[in-house]
Structures are given as C-alpha cells and as structure tokens.
C-alpha cells in the first residue's frame, strides 16, 4: 500500500542551527502514529515544515510527499487547499489559538467556505453539527460566541471541529492536551479517537507523554535532537525499546503494577543545535557509548519487519535491557 | 455597560477639572496680567484700577471659586486686552487650525498606516528598513525643525511656496506637510509593531493551518486585531486638532488657535488661555471616550467586561 504522506530526509535550520537533521517517516491512511521526544526535539517543526507553516527565514530541505505529490515548494494555493482539507493542525495552547475578535461561528464557517462546496444556510447548518459531534452544548446558540467565552477544554474542541471542517485524511494533533486538566485531557484523546475510527482519519500524536501516546496510537516513533531514532508499533516499543535513548525514557516512566522501583533519569541535558556533537548526538548522554559513535551519525535500520532503530549499538542495547530484565 | 461608561465619563470630568485647576494656578502663579498689559511704565493707579477691575485683588480661592461659578454657568470671561469674549476669540480661531490639522490628519492615517502594515509584512526587506529609517527621522526630528527645513528649501531656496501668512491654500502646503510627517511617522512606527505582535500570535498560524489564503490571513485576521493599540493613537492625534499646531502656527505665522494661546500666554490674558485649555481638555477628553468606545466594538473581550463591570 503506498502511504498517505511520506517524508524523506527533511531537515530545517533556524539562522545556521540545524534543528531538523534528515526525518524519514511514512504514514498510511487512516493510522496513527505517536510522535514522541523531549521539547526542542523537532516533533512540532516536523510538520510545520511539512506543511510550509514555518517563518519565512527558517530553511527547509528534504521531501513531503502527500499521494506521491511533492508539498515542499508547491505554489501557495496548491498549498492552502492541502492545509485544512486534506491535512489538519490543531496546537497546543487552545486559548491563543482561535482569534479572539472573531465569532466561533466566523471561524468555523471560514474553514468550511474554503474546502467544501456548502452555500448559504448549509454552511451554518454544518457548523452546527460539527460542534454537536465534538461535544459543545447548545451548539446553536454557542456558535454566536467569541473564544474567551469559552472554557480551555472546549476551545480544543471548537478546534477539533474547525479541524474536520476540511474532512482531512491526516490530522496532525500537537501536544492536544498539554495544556489541559488531566480530565478534560482524557475526554480530548478520548474523543480524538472516536472521532478518527468513524471518519477513518489518519491521526499524528505529538506528546512528550508516553502513557498517552502508548494508548492512543497504531505506532510511535521516537525523535532525538532532530532525528527519528526509533520507530516501532506501540506495544514493541513500549515492551522492548531499543535504542538507549527510548529505553531511557520508558525506563524514568513509573510502572502501573509491579513492584517499585527506582526511576532512572537520563544524565546530561538535549544538546544545543547550534552545537550538534559530531556522531551520534545521543552518544555524550549515553551509557552504552563506544568510540564508533563519535565518528558518524547513525542511520535507521531495519532490525525486524516493522521496527527501525538509528544506534549502532542496538544489539549490545537490546542485551544490556534482557541482563537488567534477568537480574 | 451603563456602569462602565459611567466610571468613564466621571474620570473623564475629572482630567477637566483638574485640568482647568492647574492652568488656573500657574498662570497666577507665574506673573501679574496687570504688568503684561499694561507695561511696566504704566502709573500705580492704572494698575490698581485694572487690578480692581478683573478681580486681580481678591484672594486667590475667592478668583478660583468664582472663577468655577461662571463656567458653571456657562461664562467663560473676558479676554483683558479688548475686552471680548473669550470664547468667542477662541471660536473664530478654529476654522484656520481644523484648516491645517484636518487635511494633516487624513495624511497621517493615508501615510502611517498602510507604511506600517506594509513594513510589518515584508520585515527585514529593504522597503522596511527605508520605512522605519524615515519614520525615526519624522518622529525625532521637532517639528519646529521640520518646519524650518522646509521652509528653507521650499521657500527660501526653490521659490515654491510661500513661507507664511494664510492669503491662499498654497500658503497651507508647508505647515500641513509638517504636521503630517510627523504623526504619519509615529503612527508608521506603531501600526508596524501592532501588526508585528499580532502576526506573531498562535491563531494566525491556526488561520494558515485552515488552509485561509495568506491575503485573507493579513485582511480579516490581523489587521481587526492589529486594529485596537492603533486606535489608541489615533484617538490621541484626534484630540490633538484644535491645538495641536500651536509650534507650526507659530512657525508659519498661521492665525489659529495654538498662535492665539502663544499671545495670550505671553500677555497672561487669563480668560483666553484658560478658555482654549478647556477647549483642548474637552477635546482630548472626548476623543478619549470615543476611543473607548470603540474599544468595546473592535475587541469583544472588553465588551464582556463592561457588561460585568
């Protein structure tokens, strides 16, 4: 099956600082796959690369590829008919997200003009039922309303809406609950999902919160200092991670059940872009290290049907993590 | 709502009050009216009669209470040096300044604005660089200079335009080009950083997100909110045009109001200063409410907080 959108060696510079160094990530339709990393790992820029949303001085290179056609460098208006109708954003701060001098119903009724072919009386009546599906009462009534009367929970909804208006293939959800209460969080991943099974939308999860990604997507990949350093279906990873960087995270997350133990912390701190090490940027943080990875940045390799890791120590890892599990 | 411009309106009757307060206490303060009209070789009982006349002799609080009855009643006093009516030498003033500061004023907007939308879109281009190189010029350079400058190459050295007096509207061209340039300089300067911080904003990469096209983008979703700080000078350059030329006017020799307070200032003839600074007050304290006012029609946020005020 060819993939929805498939992104090869792209990297973005901010003045000179690489912060994107060669992503490789493919998606099918309707699958959803988590991407996960530390803040300033470029899980956001990915796809605001992807989708030509970066300030104009930021320097992209590489290829996106939606049904095999080519975004990076496409005309602007081929462009804004891919933003909203064939792949949707939503963010992370919802209260800054809407315009707040526009009425629900303007902003809604704008993503609905520009993609689909409603006039007159069925773009309200569509709105309407958008904000039915995702949640709001009274939607009638509410669409009058401006952002600010609305709570932070039901702004990302109001999003979520305005981000099917399109019916999209892809929706890119980044950090969707970050800055929301727990609660209110579960009942936005919970209607994410809902909402993707019955369109049948394919869905990327940007988080730094595993626990979310583990229970909502098909696939995680894990990013690093601007790379994908391993990709794996979600359980795999979560049960096996390889790469010592994804081991390092899983192993500072708390086991539900089981006895406790110890959280392990991964010493040292995200290397500054503008000062990438040579080699593996990982390899100054890493425990497993060897002289090798100073030399040259490793690559994604397949290590089974469905798993790609970039470490070219992944087998004395994948030991290291099987001895641990032994003792 | 009803509240909300309530507190307005009272705040804004207060900034008069005490307005008029101040201007009252230092022209008293500051030399005898008696001496300035009269001239220092004037005899005693020429000055004690005058004195007497206008009520120089009473206790300062006396002349200010009384001085607050009649406007209370809608006098304004009359001018010492012939004896008119101050308002009504402060009236026939007012064409001659709105002359200058009402075609200025569309300059600023025609010129300001559309330099600072245009500069905040291309940031960093070389049109910006020109743009806010010339805004700083018009925005430190003092308009007396200004006005000096033109005049020298306008009038002294090409010949063009006459370099003062009020015979014809050609006579207009150099005090309104001053006027203009400065305030379309300052509201370049703040138009630009309006939009600069507004494009910043998270919902305008929502609005490109949606698939909004960039010109729409630019057209209905920054510049309604770029809209609001930039009504705020605005407001204040509306309160400024019945004496806001008082340097141009003076430059230009241009009969208006600002020349009138500048001769009414040096004779100390209380009446007429303290007639166009209640003039000025009322002016820049409507302008302000006005702007108020549409604070709550650009921005639905405020709206909301009036209505719970």
């Known amino acids: 099956m060819s993939p929805l959108v498939s992104i090869a060696g792209l990297s973005v510079a901010f003045g000179g600082a690489p912060v994107l160094r060669g992503v490789d990530l493919a998606l099918g339709k309707g699958e959803a796959v988590g991407l996960v990393g530390e803040s300033g ?8 690369a992807a989708l030509g949303l970066l300030p104009r001085h930021a320097k992209v290179s590489g290829s996106v590829r939606l049904d095999g056609r080519e975004l990076l460098g496409a005309p602007a208006a081929e462009l804004d008919r891919v933003r909203g109708g064939r792949i949707a954003m939503i963010f992370q701060d919802p209260a800054s997200a809407l315009n707040p001098v526009l009425t629900i119903r303007r902003q809604l009724c704008e993503a609905l003009a520009l993609h689909r072919d ?66 209110i969080q579960a009942q936005i991943l919970e209607l994410l999902s809902t909402i ?58 708390p086991p539900l059940d089981g006895p406790r133990r110890r959280l392990t912390a991964i010493p040292g701190t995200v290397p500054d872009p ?22 040259a940045a490793p690559s994604l390799a397949l290590i089974s049907d469905d798993r790609t890791v970039a470490c070219i120590r992944a087998e004395a890892s994948r030991r290291a993590l099987l001895g641990i599990a032994a003792e | 709502m009803g509240r909300y411009f309530a507190i307005r309106i009272g705040r804004a009757a207060l900034t008069i009050v005490l307005v008029v307060t101040f201007a009252f206490v230092v022209l008293r303060l500051s030399g005898d009216p008696a001496l300035m009209i009269l001239g220092p070789e004037a005899p005693p009982e020429v000055i004690a009669a005058f004195r007497k006349a206008w009520g120089l002799d009473d206790p300062i609080w006396f002349q200010y209470l009384d001085y607050f009855s009649a406007i209370a009643k809608g006098e304004l006093g009359r001018s010492m040096r012939d004896g008119r009516p101050a308002i009504e030498l402060v009236l026939e003033r007012i064409p001659a300044t709105l002359a200058l500061t009402l075609p200025a004023f569309f300059f600023k907007v025609a010129l300001g604005v559309p330099a600072g939308i245009y500069a905040a879109l291309h940031r960093g281009s070389a049109i910006d660089r020109a743009v806010m190189m010339t805004a700083v010029a018009g925005f430190t350079v003092p308009s007396f200079v200004l006005a000096l400058i033109l005049v020298l190459v306008f009038a002294v050295q090409l010949g063009w335009l006459p370099s003062g007096g009020q015979d014809s509207w050609r ?39 949606k698939g909004v096209p960039w010109r729409m983008v630019v057209t209905s979703h920054a510049l309604p909110n770029a809209a609001i700080p ?80």
């Open chain 1, 274 to 295: 503008a000062h990438m090490p040579g080699g593996c940027a990982f390899a100054p943080r890493c425990a497993l290290a060897a002289e090798p990875c100073g030399l």
């Open chain 1, 41 to 48: 790992s470029g899980k956001s820029v990915t796809w605001l």
């Open chain 1, 196 to 253: 993707r099974r019955e369109m049948s939308m394919a869905m990327v999860l940007i988080s730094h919160d595993l626990g979310v990604v583990a229970e909502n997507c098909d696939r995680v990949a894990v990013m690093y200092a601007g790379r994908i350093v391993e990709q794996a279906p979600s359980n795999q990873l979560f049960a096996d991670p390889v790469h010592p960087y994804a081991q390092g995270l899983i192993g500072a997350l």
């Open chain 1, 118 to 183: 409603l006039q007159g009386e069925a773009v309200k009546a569509e709105a309407k039922r958008l904000l039915d599906l995702v949640g709001i009462p009274d939607a009638g009534r509410r669409l009058q309303a401006y952002p600010h009367e609305f709570s932070g929970g039901q702004v990302q909804r109001i999003m979520i809406a305005m981000a099917l208006a399109g019916n999209p293939d892809l929706l890119i959800a980044d950090e969707p609950t970050t800055a929301l209460d727990a609660t």
């Open chain 2, 230 to 309: 930039t009504v705020t000078i605005l407001g204040f350059m509306v309160g400024t045009l019945i004496a806001g030329a008082v340097v141009v006017e003076s430059v230009f020799a241009w009969p208006g109001v600002g020349r009138l307070l500048v001769v009414a200032v040096a004779n100390r003839d209380l009446a007429v200063v303290q007639c166009i600074l209640l003039l000025v007050a009322m002016t820049m304290v409507t302008s302000n409410l006005i702007v108020d006012f549409l604070y709550g029609f650009l921005d639905p946020r405020l709206r909301a907080k009036g209505a719970h005020a």
């Open chain 2, 171 to 209: 006579h207009a061209i150099l005090p309104i080009t001053t006027l203009s340039l400065g305030g379309a300089a300052v509201l370049a300067r703040f138009t630009r950083s309006a939009m600069l911080e507004v494009l910043g904003q998270p919902y305008i990469r929502t609005a490109s997100a």
